[in-house]
């Protein structure tokens, strides 16, 4: 290196304070920053020129600067954080054949044929004598039938069984079978088999039917359960059919899950349903006779007890339907499911469930709960080979953990509603109602056709009509309200307001902080070097003429 340029360093070095000590050069760098900044207010910190008093209340207005800016900032954020994402309503509407007709359970009041139980005549028989002499079939199938009755009526009745792994099989053994409880069913102005398209499912509410479920390999994980007997008897499969996805582009009008092409009446599904006044039981059900229908997706598994309509005998009832869909938009996958309030379909596994929703996240969490507290599930729960069946004499334990984990009334040292964690699904279709009847004189309608009914004099009708109200839905969903590029805008806005901030800002601030002081180094360690060669070349000594 020549002579001039290692002056050029040195000078600068010297200019900048390298050759003053690490305070000095410090200072001499935050007065360069200072005098060169564009952040506003900067340059009267070192400013010689100013009296102490201006330098105090610059130096003040600057700190109340960055504090409003940082209290509003962190507003934004807050608000960026918390209300991220918004559902709103979609600009164009869904039209009904995008989504499946929703699934239909119905479940009778009646839950015993009298032929194999007189439930009212056995508990009273009961309620007098504690355990009255009878035989051990009616009373196992008494404490079988108590488990679907109204729970308070065994309350003071001894009944003696912690444990029943044989309750499914007596249930099924003293119920009303499909074939007796269906008189007609027609889909889409087609008269069908209602064997073809209802099949039994093990709901909390006993044996109950179902259209348009999945099957139980598609909604549950088979594997993990027992193999007493299946909670979902179903056998069509929907390979090209799910919630998230909708329907695939390769499906015709006839794919399973069962949809319809158009609105009313005659689109829908209509069913004539059929009790016997002898099979009624007014001990069981608190005298309400009827039956009860749910409308749910068909990858949702029916609860019965949470939420239902009645349908009465002697009575027409229309459902009209009207669905809501709710989707999320995938912008929404960056965020965590606490912040979205969904889960998409592979973020949240089910020991018990294949497909996620709500409803069945909190069937399996009642599950836990009840295991916990009693140390045996409900029948119609999930399990696995090593979880025991409640007997009767279980009933209350299980109801108070239901009212437990839904109520007010949860342990807080455990909380398993924090612990399970039930957002609803991301994608998510749920089918509201509107309800009408009128009365239905079957009995005279037939005796107008000249139709004896001999022994089945009675019989107790009702026909059940659903159907969807409109041809679209509004789609609502899940979107972003503020984007990280609208935080960023809004930061940079802020800080342009209160202090004159930039990105240039920023990199000034960290070419000052880190690449300037390397530079003054490197001009140091060049300065040292030259130096110390100078030291180490050895003295020439002039010499003396001799003359």
């Not at 348009?212 to 007997?229: A, P, Q």
């Not at 022994?455 to 503020?482: A, C, M, P």
């Not at 960023?488 to 070419?511: D, P, Q, R, V, W």
């Not at 140091?524 to 020439?540: D, E, G, I």
Request: glycine content about 6%; aromatic content about 12%; overall charge neutral.
């Amino acid at each position: 290196m020549d002579s001039h340029s290692v002056n050029i360093f040195e000078q600068e070095a010297s200019d900048c304070g390298v050759n003053r000590g690490v305070m000095g050069g410090l200072k001499t760098l935050f007065l360069e920053y200072c005098s060169n900044s564009t952040v506003h207010g900067v340059k009267y910190f070192g400013c010689k020129r100013r009296t102490l008093f201006e330098k105090i209340w610059w130096v003040a207005t600057f700190l109340l600067s960055v504090y409003g800016s940082s209290r509003v900032i962190q507003n934004i954020y807050d608000k960026w954080n918390e209300m991220g994402a918004v559902v709103s309503f979609v600009n164009h509407p869904t039209p009904i054949w995008d989504i499946p007709f929703p699934a239909v359970t119905i479940c009778p009041e009646t839950k015993a044929l009298s032929q194999y139980i007189n439930f009212t005549r056995v508990y009273s028989r009961i309620n007098e004598t504690h355990r009255p002499e009878m035989d051990n079939e009616t009373f196992n199938r008494f404490r079988a039938v108590a488990q679907v009755c109204d729970f308070h009526i065994v309350t003071s009745v001894l009944l003696n069984q912690t444990t029943d792994p044989n309750v499914v099989d007596l249930l099924r053994n003293v119920s009303m079978p499909l074939h007796n409880m269906f008189v007609f069913c027609y889909w889409r102005k087609v008269s069908r088999l209602c064997a073809q398209k209802f099949t039994e499912t093990i709901t909390n509410d006993g044996i109950c039917f179902t259209f348009n479920s999945l099957s139980g390999g598609e909604m549950l994980r088979v594997d993990k359960l027992h193999s007493d007997y299946e909670y979902i008897s179903e056998k069509r499969q929907a390979p090209l059919w799910s919630l998230e996805n909708g329907y695939s582009e390769k499906t015709d009008t006839d794919a399973y899950p069962e949809r319809v092409l158009g609105a009313g009446f005659r689109s829908g599904l209509v069913i004539l349903l059929n009790l016997f006044e002898q099979d009624m039981d007014f001990i069981c059900r608190s005298g309400v006779q009827g039956f009860k229908i749910l409308l749910h997706s068909p990858d949702e598994f029916p609860q019965m007890s949470k939420q239902f309509f009645r349908v009465p005998l002697h009575q027409q009832v229309t459902f009209s339907v009207k669905p809501q869909l709710t989707s999320t938009s995938n912008s929404l996958r960056g965020y965590t499911p606490k912040g979205r309030q969904c889960f998409f379909a592979d973020e949240r596994y089910l020991r018990f469930f294949k497909v996620y929703t709500q409803q069945n996240c909190e069937m399996e969490c009642l599950t836990n709960y009840t295991l916990h507290k009693c140390g045996c599930v409900k029948f119609s729960m999930m399990r696995d080979n090593l979880t025991e069946v409640c007997g009767a004499s279980m009933i209350d334990c299980y109801n108070e953990a239901e009212d437990e984990l839904w109520g007010e009334d949860v342990d807080k040292s455990l909380d398993y509603r924090a612990i399970c964690n039930c957002l609803p699904a991301c994608t998510s279709i749920q089918y509201d109602a509107e309800i009408s009847q009128i009365g239905l004189d079957f009995k005279r309608l037939l005796a107008a056709y000249r139709v004896p009914l001999g022994k089945e004099n009675d019989i107790q009708f009702t026909r059940l009509s659903i159907y969807f109200k409109e041809t679209e839905l509004i789609n609502s969903k899940r979107s972003e309200i503020y984007t990280g590029a609208d935080f960023l805008a809004n930061c940079g806005g802020l800080l342009g307001l209160f202090m004159g901030i930039s990105l240039l800002s920023l990199a000034e601030l960290f070419y000052y902080c880190l690449l300037r002081p390397f530079a003054l180094l490197r001009i140091y360690w060049f300065q040292h070097r030259n130096k110390s060669k100078v030291v180490a070349r050895p003295r020439l000594e002039p010499k003396v003429q001799q003359f």
